[in-house]
């Protein structure tokens, strides 16, 4: 299958400081790209659908002023933790779809802990 | 209310047998349907993909069924090996909005 590349795969951070986490496809073009949040032994909660080169589109609850998504090309989207807080502290996972009626694909995860 | 739900959180079967899991979603309009597989700490990967209008897909010892009217699909793994343990997803792609909505998963363990 394709691959989609998430990095970094964990990062432990300063409460009060920003992360950003990089999500690439490295063998297809993706016209879509989705974030995820999982908590333990849960499933996966769909945060925000990004479009490349349209502002995205973000689930009932996420903060948009929070959590800045970003897809300026069709093989990267970046995911911002702005002023993360310990209760942010999660496993975050993207996937790209390259068109509307096919798979997606999921990167590594990224396991974000805020001290 | 919208649910999709994975018949049970956890699977225990004997190797070589069959592993039978069941997606059972309400009040939804699916365009297609995906099982993923998910290890401790990865991302999911994806295994099998089938459309609203397909009744079964195969691919090696995976095979899964789809049946809009019952609202269900079965996703089996035959010839079960103790590598085949870990916890399986299936997502339902929404018709229109193509969203993805993922069911709670279903931790499998195959035992040697």
């Known amino acids: 299958g394709a691959v989609v590349s998430q990095h970094p795969s964990w990062v432990i951070c300063k409460s009060g400081t920003s992360v950003k986490i990089e999500c690439r496809s490295l063998?297809?073009?993706?016209?879509?790209m989705f974030w995820y949040r999982q908590f333990p032994k849960q499933s996966l909660m769909l945060m925000a659908t990004s479009n490349e080169g349209s502002k995205a589109t973000y689930e009932q609850g996420v903060e948009k002023d929070k959590f800045l998504i970003n897809h300026a090309s069709l093989t990267l989207s970046t995911l911002t933790v702005t002023s993360a807080h310990p209760e942010d502290s999660s496993f975050y996972i993207c996937s790209a779809r390259a068109q509307l009626n096919t798979e997606a694909f999921f990167g590594q995860g990224t396991r974000l802990t805020v001290v | 209310s919208q649910k999709i739900e994975q018949n049970s959180e956890a699977l225990n079967i004997q190797e070589g047998k069959t592993a039978t899991l069941t997606c059972n979603y309400t009040?939804?309009?699916?365009?297609?349907l995906q099982w993923y597989r998910q290890d401790p700490g990865r991302g999911p990967v994806f295994l099998l993909l089938?459309?609203?209008?397909?009744k079964e897909k195969r691919k090696e010892r995976l095979k899964v069924t789809f049946d809009t009217t019952l609202k269900q699909s079965l996703f089996h793994i035959t010839a079960s090996q103790p590598a085949d343990s870990a916890t399986y997803l299936c997502?339902?792609?929404?018709?229109?909005?193509?969203?993805?909505?993922f069911g709670t998963g279903t931790r499998l363990k195959v035992l040697a």
């Open positions: 063998d297809f073009q993706a016209t879509t």
């Open positions: 009040n939804y309009s699916p365009a297609y």
């Open positions: 089938i459309r609203e209008n397909e």
């Open positions: 997502a339902l792609i929404t018709s229109g909005t193509y969203k993805y909505i």
